[in-house]
């Protein structure tokens, strides 16, 4: 079974400073996915990274992937208050199911 | 377009009782996806669709728990004489295409079981 491990799992910050989310994984996967929940919604697909070295980035957040080292990093630059939020990486192999991350639960303090 | 839409979105069950969570994909959706999510944990695989077929049901917890999809298209999830241990949100996902591609992700059915 594939095996998905994200730290920290909880992570305070003050608004403008830069970290790091990242997500080990246990075998071999095609692809990887970053989410973001908010309190008691649903998931929101932030980035699909499709292969070694694949970088992608959307306003404040970008994701990396080294499939060599089975790692993937969201980093969060210059945080602001609207970034709160748990977000998750999923992976999934030739199988159908996706393989969930424990998330990471962000809070952005002004 | 229409997003997934799940209902209802809050059920609050006795225990003992039978609950039925309903799921409509995104029209044109081949795969369908249920997931259950306990509290502060991430979601964890229950069962998969590829149109009606039900090819992977091997998350589901026991037999207590039952998916269909008979026309291809909306699905329900059955718990049968639930348990409090069942109390979870339960989220339905689409996808355009076979499994492994990315899924797109109902609000979710908050059940308590009290």
């Known amino acids: 079974e594939l095996k998905v491990e994200q730290n920290p799992l909880f992570l305070s910050m003050q608004e403008g400073k830069n970290y790091t989310i990242y997500c080990n994984y246990s075998?071999?996967?095609?692809?990887l996915y970053w989410y973001r929940q908010d309190p008691g919604k649903s998931l929101e697909s932030l980035f699909v990274?499709?292969?070694?070295?694949a970088v992608k980035q959307e306003g404040r957040l970008m994701a990396s992937l080294d499939t060599k080292a089975r790692l993937s990093t969201l980093h969060i630059t210059a945080a602001v208050h609207d970034l709160s939020a748990t977000y998750f990486c999923?992976?999934?192999?030739?199988?159908?199911?996706?393989?969930f991350g424990t998330g990471t639960s962000l809070t952005v303090i002004p | 377009g229409a997003g997934v839409s799940q209902s209802p979105r809050y059920k609050v069950a006795k225990r003992g009782q039978d609950v039925a969570l309903r799921c409509d994909p995104i029209?044109?959706?081949?795969?369908l996806f249920w997931y259950q999510q306990a509290l502060g944990q991430g979601p964890e695989f229950l069962t998969y669709?590829?149109?009606?077929?039900?090819?992977?049901k091997s998350g589901l917890p026991s037999d207590r728990f039952f998916a269909e999809r008979p026309e291809g298209s909306v699905s329900t999830l059955k718990i049968q004489r639930t348990q409090q241990e069942d109390s979870a949100v339960y989220l339905c996902?689409?996808?355009?295409?076979?499994?492994?591609?990315?899924?797109?992700f109902g609000p979710g059915t908050r059940l308590t079981v009290t």
């Open positions: 990274l499709l292969s070694n070295g």
């Open positions: 669709f590829q149109n009606e077929a039900q090819l992977d």
């Open positions: 999923a992976l999934t192999n030739t199988g159908n199911q996706f393989y």
């Open positions: 075998t071999t996967s095609d692809r």
């Open positions: 996902a689409s996808s355009l295409r076979q499994a492994g591609y990315e899924q797109y």
């Open positions: 029209s044109g959706h081949v795969s």
